[in-house]
């Protein structure tokens, strides 16, 4: 059974920083392209960022600069270190796993307020 569960979200003021993580179990994870997605209130699910399976990274524009994705063999977990967060990157963040399939993880809420 393929698992993906993330962590690390939770309620940080604006300018901090948080360090979420996805670990997966039941997929080979070396072979996988690893993303973050996320979806604030009203509105639809954006790619964040992602890293292949050889360590090529991509990012939205908004999130260029202060995102950063990174990925761990040995521990089959994909990293999302964020700093200089913003009200607007309030959202449910989601583990993806991309393949031949695709796979989801339950998310986890980052609030950024004040």
């Known amino acids: 059974q393929v698992q993906l569960v993330e962590s690390g979200g939770g309620l940080v003021q604006p300018g901090g920083s948080l360090r979420l993580s996805c670990a997966a179990s039941?997929?080979?994870?070396?072979?996988?392209?690893m993303g973050w997605y996320r979806q604030a209130p009203g509105k639809q699910r954006e790619l964040v960022a992602t890293?292949?399976?050889?360590?090529?990274?991509t990012y939205t524009d908004s999130v260029k600069g202060r995102f950063t994705i990174s990925r761990d063999a040995a521990k089959s977990t994909v990293y999302l270190l964020i700093h200089t967060l913003r009200p607007e990157d309030t959202a449910v963040y989601y583990c993806?796993?991309?393949?031949?399939?695709?796979?989801w993880g339950q998310g986890t809420q980052v609030t950024v307020s004040s």
């Open positions: 993806n796993a991309h393949n031949i399939a695709a796979y």
């Open positions: 039941g997929i080979t994870f070396s072979i996988y392209t």
């Open positions: 890293i292949t399976s050889g360590g090529v990274t």
